[in-house]
């Protein structure tokens, strides 16, 4: 079993976000813990990336702090999952990779936790901060300027993500075209070895026709050779 806990560092920050790869051996599950409270967004994503044999599939569950299951999938190569926590407690997401009897999967977890509605500070409307100087002033609102920075914040917690995502599709990508290179050229190796194969026996077969009648070879058709 694994534990990863969340640390807050800032007030401002409403959002906890958590990546990792790793991997899952064959007849095995792989559970984490995570820490969440009551009223919080739980959005998970989690995809496949390479096995060793056989599809990219995987089972999830994610499980409530008193056991429940809340999300349950069997055997999908990715999926993305979000739930409103209605418990304070550690919640459980386990990889099962028990019906596979040799093939060992990589799989890369995203898990973000962020409040349903992010607190704001409460600003009077006529409290305004006055920036410039004499000849020119500008008026600013803090309100707006704290809706901003959210703003910017949300979005760049969003692109991150989406890069990392797209990481994981190419890495999966990537597994499965050099896995297929492997396939072809072994599958190549074997067809030349056959092809080679088969002409030597062409080669002494054709050439033990023009040998004397007590070749070994022509001992095998006596027949064929008396015409």
């Given at each position: ?41 739980i959005d998970v994503e989690y995809q496949v990336i390479d096995a060793t044999h056989g ?169 064929f050779l008396s015409q």
């Open positions: 079993m694994r534990y990863f806990f969340v640390v807050s560092i800032f007030s401002v920050v409403f959002a906890y976000e958590k990546d990792m790869t790793f991997t899952v051996p064959a007849g095995n599950t792989e559970c984490f813990y995570q820490k969440v409270l009551a009223n919080e967004v599809e990219l599939d995987i089972s999830f569950q994610l499980a409530d702090p008193v056991g429940r299951v809340i999300v349950a999938d069997y055997k999908k190569p990715e999926n993305a999952h979000r739930h409103t926590s209605y418990l304070e407690g550690d919640y459980r997401f386990c990889f099962d990779n028990s019906f596979s009897t040799f093939s060992q999967k990589t799989v890369f977890f995203d898990l973000m936790i962020e409040t349903e509605d992010s607190p704001e500070k409460d600003y009077d409307d006529d409290k305004e901060m006055e920036l410039g100087n004499a000849a020119e002033t500008y008026m600013m609102r803090v309100k707006d300027i704290s809706e901003s920075v959210n703003k910017v914040k949300d979005h760049m917690a969003t692109a991150r993500r989406l890069q990392e995502l797209l990481s994981a599709h190419e890495a999966r990508d990537r597994n499965l075209a050099e896995d297929m290179c492997s396939r072809v050229m072994k599958w190549s190796l074997w067809q030349i070895a056959v092809m080679l194969l088969v002409g030597i026996t062409q080669v002494v077969f054709v050439k033990s026709l023009f040998q004397e009648p007590n070749s070994s070879i022509k001992k095998f058709v006596p027949n």
